[in-house]
């Protein structure tokens, strides 16, 4: 028997989702201040739906970093290790059993036990159940619970990636989406205490979480859109901790002051722009590969990143196994871009004139990060000869009309990814949004075939050819344009510290930071 074969085979590709929402500022103290025992992080956006279930924005992921438990979690190096599982066995290769803590509970004191997990999966996947996850489960045969400590899981055929949909994913059973998307009984380090939608997040320390008790007694996550807010609340106090939420272009300053610590590692935060194959312009592949040629992706890391990045063509980040070598590349070639669109029809009416080739829409949420990168590529391809107008709204809003195919073009990053079987919740045609999250509608079928045996083998090295050869299609076909990898930078307060640094930025390590 293979006592935890899985944790050995997966390794963590890292990758970051972006937006914005709203926010407001609070004087110290209280809900929005830096006392003595409390943790103030800035976010830049608001999460969207706590219930682990159904949310699927980064902001929700970081949330849940520090409110949710699953079977397993990352650590990090990348390994998937026992959370409220104990351990694990695969008595074949399409079993997996699960062996619960003792004594492990919800934050309302109630036991855990195998039946919780099983109507947290059951319950995901009923038709009546509205979610965007459940295509990470479509090769499940069933979830069962023989006793209170055993939890089995039977796959129809063998998933190399399951344990990266096992993560956050408990609720108590009978657990009411409704009010789990603002106030969760979860069974992670901290207890949602209060919830406001672009305001903030408070938190309290659960001392009966499995992992023990968090060595910072209170937390107040503050919603805060605007970058130059977020500077001025850190420098003054009123927050003391942010990662990955400060303009790179203002790194320096704190650098320079004595009163912070500064952490910061090369990561896979993924930044990509995507295209709805629907709409009638974008679905031409030459028009994909011109918008590509016509972006010059490394002055966006150097002007916009301040060199915090690297350009990729991948979703994998460098050292990932699954990281394909001598894919094509989109160099930035405006000549080449504006030859390609010439060739699919799209001739430009008036030479170098104000009247464009085309027109099309991109969106994008209100954080300034965001719309500066929009509106370099914007300058970028009105030199090409099309026009782009960018739409802004409220993350909240943004990322609906996102799952909702209501866009021609977006860009978003990624994270939160720890296997490259996440190319079937995003690339897979049976995963289509809105149930799933394969938003631009791509669909090819020898995508679908190598990523059924990408999830079916346990074998690394097969596994690396049959993602590489999906890599290679994904690059010609271009579903995704892929920007570049963001560097992680956190910055604390002096007086913060234990903090341990994720690939992706995670919040995972919190309730081990301590403040004095």
């Known amino acids: ?34 006392g003595d025992n409390q943790l103030v992080i800035a976010f830049d956006g608001s999460p969207t739906n706590l219930d682990p279930r159904v949310g699927t924005d980064t902001y929700s992921g970081r949330i849940w970093d520090m409110t949710s438990s699953g079977l397993v979690k990352l650590a990090p190096n990348g390994d998937f290790v026992g959370d409220v599982a104990e351990r ?92 789990f998307a603002k106030t969760p009984v979860l069974a992670g380090a901290y207890k949602v205490t209060e919830f406001k939608t672009d305001e903030r997040v408070l938190l309290e320390a659960f001392p009966g979480w499995v992992g023990g008790a968090p060595k910072i007694p209170n937390i107040t996550v503050r919603i805060i859109p ?93 050292g990932h196994w699954a990281r394909a070598a001598n894919l094509k590349t989109y160099e930035f070639n405006p000549k080449k871009a504006m030859q390609m669109l010439d060739a ?54 943004f990322m609906d009309d996102v799952k909702n195919g209501r866009f021609q073009m977006f860009s978003l990053r990624r994270a939160g990814v720890a296997d490259p079987d996440f190319y ?33 083998t346990f074998d690394r090295e097969k596994r690396k050819t049959i993602y590489a050869e999906a890599q290679q299609i994904l690059a010609e076909e271009l579903p995704y344009v892929s920007l570049y990898h963001r560097d992680n930078v956190a910055i604390m307060r002096k007086n913060v510290g234990g903090f341990q640094m994720y690939p992706a930025g995670f919040l995972i390590g919190v309730p081990q930071m301590t403040m004095n």
């Open 344 to 397: 699919a029809g799209y001739r430009d009416p008036d030479g170098p004139g104000k009247r464009p080739r085309f027109k099309i829409v991109f969106r994008t949420s209100t954080d300034a990060e965001a719309n500066q990168q929009a509106e370099m590529v914007q300058q970028m391809l009105r030199e090409v000869g099309i026009e782009m107008v960018i739409q802004t709204s409220e993350f909240g809003t």
């Open 1 to 34: 028997m293979r006592m935890q074969r899985f944790a050995v085979v997966l390794v963590a590709a890292t990758l970051i989702l972006g937006g914005c929402g709203g926010g407001e500022k609070k004087g110290t103290g209280g809900a929005g201040g830096g």
């Open 88 to 179: 694990w066995e695969t008595p074949d290769d399409k079993t997996i059993i699960f062996h619960l803590k003792p004594g492990a509970k919800f934050q309302n004191g109630q036991p855990i036990t195998a039946r919780d997990f099983k109507f947290t999966f059951d319950s995901l996947n009923s038709e009546s159940f509205n979610s965007p996850k459940k295509s990470g489960y479509a090769n499940v045969a069933s979830f069962e619970a023989p006793d209170a400590n055993t939890f089995i899981i039977r796959m129809k055929e063998p998933n190399a990636g399951i344990f990266d949909n096992l993560t956050y994913m408990l609720v108590p059973a009978q657990a009411n989406a409704v009010l």
């Open 226 to 318: 605007d970058a130059t807010t977020r500077v001025l609340e850190l420098r003054r106090g009123s927050v003391n901790f942010a990662i990955n939420s400060i303009p790179y272009d203002q790194v320096d300053q704190f650098k320079s002051d004595s009163n912070f610590n500064i952490v910061t590692s090369h990561g896979g935060a993924y930044q990509y722009m995507a295209f709805n194959l629907r709409d009638p312009i974008l679905r031409k592949k030459e028009v994909r590969h011109a918008i590509a040629h016509s972006i010059d992706r490394a002055r966006i890391v150097r002007d916009l990143l301040k060199g915090y990045g690297a350009v990729t063509e991948t979703i994998f980040p460098e």
């Open 424 to 456: 079937t919740t995003i690339f897979h045609s049976k995963s289509l949004a809105p149930v799933g999250q394969n938003r631009g509608y791509f669909m090819n079928k020898r995508v679908d075939e190598l990523l059924d045996q990408g999830r079916a």
